[in-house]
């Protein structure tokens, strides 16, 4: 057997194990960050769907889930189920707003529709001119590799400058009392041309049982 072919063999089969799908489910995850994002979805029994089909919402960005998440409606108090796109980066969203995920988000879908006006279905949730809307691709989140961050006063503002410049822009918030923790930041509508972004929280109430949660996650991952 030749040189040349035993070293591409080596090469190869060294490639292939570089190469590690982790599988929950019955779904194939390009990482464990992904796979550990679903196992913990479910325990927070939230419907979540893996790299949806949604092109037809957005130009040259591929969410990494589709997470149906509840609120409450104002007036009736009934439940009510908004589906969330999602991004998932290996990396600290507290320590800086990811401003370079933000506007590849944007850019993929800016507000060129009908404006359709939900929030006073869930005001509450809403800081400042915040608007949730009827389109499901106006609403975002990006996720880090943790849900547990410490609490920040700040919202972002993504805002086209020019049709091609995207700017972003700091929008402190008022204090508020027993702030707690955050797990990332959503996006929802505020102008045509803009997007508020502000923290998210995907867990419970208590930020040791949430660790506990992301813990269970791992191991449920590891076991399947």
Known sequence: M???LNNYRKKTSYNFQKVKAFQYRGVNFKSQLEARWAAYFDLLDL???YTPHCQEGFTGWF???KVGLRFVRNVTNEWLYLDFYCEVEPIDVSSKFPSGIAKKIMCAHPFNHEFVDLSELCSE???GQAVITECPYDRTIILGNSPIFPWTENCYITKFKTVSQI??????QPPIENPGY???WYSIGLQRDARLWCTSL???SSQEETQKLWEQALDIIHHV
Do not use: A, R
């Open 2 to 4: 030749s040189t040349y």
């Open 47 to 49: 419907d979540w769907e």
């Open 63 to 65: 969410p990494k889930f």
């Open 125 to 127: 949730f809403l800081p």
């Open 167 to 172: 700017e972003t822009l700091c929008d402190p």
């Open 182 to 184: 955050f797990s990332g």
């Open 202 to 204: 995907l867990g419970v």
